[in-house]
């Protein structure tokens, strides 16, 4: 009997429609793979600007997804932003506003500083009564480990305490105690093989990780130790870049005075090359695992750092020009990042969105991603990055919100900031003096135009200050112990000693027979 046109149009449309099902791999909840960097900088990266550092793998995966030009950490540091990403909430609203362990209240003199200010005090651990994203995922069945960087608390508060069933590394220390080459000092991370690279280590550990539990469900965070210093490399890979930096062509200065530190204008130290290297081969090894398992097209990967480069104080690692300023610092420098989302269904390879988006952002969007409820009354500050990454335009106006009531190592100042839309409005703890940048014009906030637009500072101010008491930001305080010729004459001897001394060290760095050992760091211990 002849179909019907009726007849036909139904079984035509349930075939087209049985066509554009997921494949057989994407049925289940997708896996999450997160990979966050420490200390890295926007323009550390191939693909992000960099002609001197190389990173084909993190390149590759930033080819595969979405790259957002206007990514920033919650953060100018470590702790707060880690803090941010884990619970989607801005660091005045969960209280870690520092780097864990850094020094508050009157115990900042001991630094012998000379400061204007006591910096505020802070939450030392994760709040034990936030939902982090590892404890939404398990809750929702997803098996989750993390290996690397944790330095959100010490005991009581590790990885396996908030939502982590497998931890590799992650205690309260924020720096790779023992250095990049085994033996190092991690209680977490037991030494296996002298000499063995610590960024590559964490990698494996991961991508043994999928291996294991290819047929469940994952959610595997990734937090290097690298880039944070101290900075090492092994001879071959300090060869290859010293050998390049020639090439390219050594700058007769590296540095310049910013307000309170030298600063570094080039990229061309060949340790920190090294180091950026290894952990773009750690990452390879983690994507690699993911297509060896063939799961591949059903993870969800993610690709940001927690702050700028390091390009004062620390190792003075990099520069993140043309960005003003790096870790630490209020300006661009110190908290855009890279931040990559490959969603391997939707197909959107190469693409690129300018909306804002901040780490807070992350928790809601993986939530989504995976079709899972969104906790509101958790992630808070936060907002689902899925419209975008389906192609879709985001028309929603809203105020990203900073606040770093502190002095850091790297020559910022005690600040808060808001960015909406293209302004962004710094105020300035010390002395109630603020500037505003107008972004789309001037991304190396060069020109302060706060005199020009009175009207737009004054609205962002109260909108910034409103936002701080609403959610009761610690604030500095006077020290009534300030000594302003102290602090001239640390001032003079940073200008005439430590800028010259460090103009030097970068030339050593550079030079054909530079050693900073005889084993370099301990990468060259035999491996048997």
């Known amino acids: 009997m002849p179909l019907s046109n009726i007849s036909y149009c139904l079984i035509l449309g349930f075939l087209l429609f049985g066509c554009q099902q997921q494949p057989e791999s994407l049925k289940q909840k997708p896996n999450v793979v997160f990979i966050l960097v420490d200390d ?106 993390f290996a690397g960087k944790w330095h959100l608390g010490s005991e009581g508060s590790y990885p396996e305490d908030h939502g982590f069933e497998i931890n590799k590394g992650g205690w309260e220390k924020g720096s790779p105690m023992g250095g990049y080459f085994s033996p190092w000092d991690n209680p977490a991370l037991p030494n296996k093989v002298d000499g063995e690279n610590l960024s590559m280590r964490l990698g494996v550990e991961t991508a043994d990780f999928i291996k294991q539990h290819k047929d469940s469900t994952f959610f595997a965070f990734l937090s290097f130790y690298a880039v944070h210093g101290p900075i090492q490399t092994t001879q071959e890979k300090w060869n290859k870049y010293r050998s390049k930096a020639e090439a390219l062509g050594i700058a007769e200065n590296g540095y310049k005075m910013e307000r309170v530190l030298p600063i570094r204008q080039v990229q061309d130290n060949p340790i920190y090359a090294g180091l950026v290297e290894s ?39 990099t520069s993140n020009l043309p960005l003003r300023g790096g870790k630490g610092y209020q300006w661009e420098g110190g908290i855009r990042e890279p931040y990559f989302i490959k969603v391997p269904w939707l197909k959107n390879g190469g693409s690129e969105s300018d909306f804002p988006v901040i780490g807070t952002d992350f928790y809601p969007t993986i939530l989504d991603l995976a079709n899972l409820d969104a906790l509101t009354e958790q992630h808070i500050d936060g907002i689902s990055l899925k419209p975008i990454l389906e192609g879709k335009k985001m028309d929603i106006v809203r105020p990203l919100f900073w606040h770093y009531p502190h002095y850091g190592n790297q020559g910022g100042n005690p600040s808060s900031v808001i960015r909406e839309e293209n302004w962004k409005l710094i105020h300035y703890w010390e002395d109630g003096s603020e ?47 300030y000594n302003a010729e102290l602090a001239q004459k640390r001032h003079d001897r940073i200008v005439n000693e430590s800028w010259s001394a460090l103009e030097a060290e970068r030339l050593k760095f550079l030079s054909k027979d530079f050693e900073p050992n005889e084993d370099w760091w301990g990468s060259k211990v035999t491996k048997d």
């Open 279 to 317: 952990m773009d081969d750690a990452v390879g090894v983690v994507l690699q695992a993911l297509k060896d398992t063939g799961l591949e097209d059903n993870t969800i990967v993610i690709f940001t750092s927690d702050n700028g480069g390091v390009a004062s104080g620390d190792s003075f690692s």
């Open 40 to 145: 890295l900088g926007l323009v550390d990266l191939g693909i992000t600007g960099s002609s001197y550092y190389e990173t084909p793998n993190i390149d590759s995966l930033a080819k595969e997804g979405m790259v957002f030009t206007q990514g920033y950490a919650a953060s100018r540091v470590c702790s707060p932003s880690r803090a941010s990403i884990m619970t989607g909430k801005f660091t005045a609203r969960h209280g870690i506003t520092d780097w864990i362990g850094a020094a508050s209240g009157t115990a900042w003199r001991s630094h012998n500083r000379h400061d204007k200010l006591l910096p505020a005090d802070y939450v030392h651990s994760l709040p034990a009564n936030d939902v982090t994203i590892a404890e939404a995922m398990k809750k929702e069945g997803y098996k989750t480990f």
């Open 435 to 481: 500037e505003l940048y107008d972004l789309a014009k001037d991304a190396g906030e060069q020109s302060n135009v706060i005199a020009q637009y009175p009207n737009i500072a004054k609205k962002l101010s109260k909108k910034l200050h409103e936002w701080l008491k609403e959610v009761g930001a610690n604030m500095p305080s006077e020290d009534p112990e």
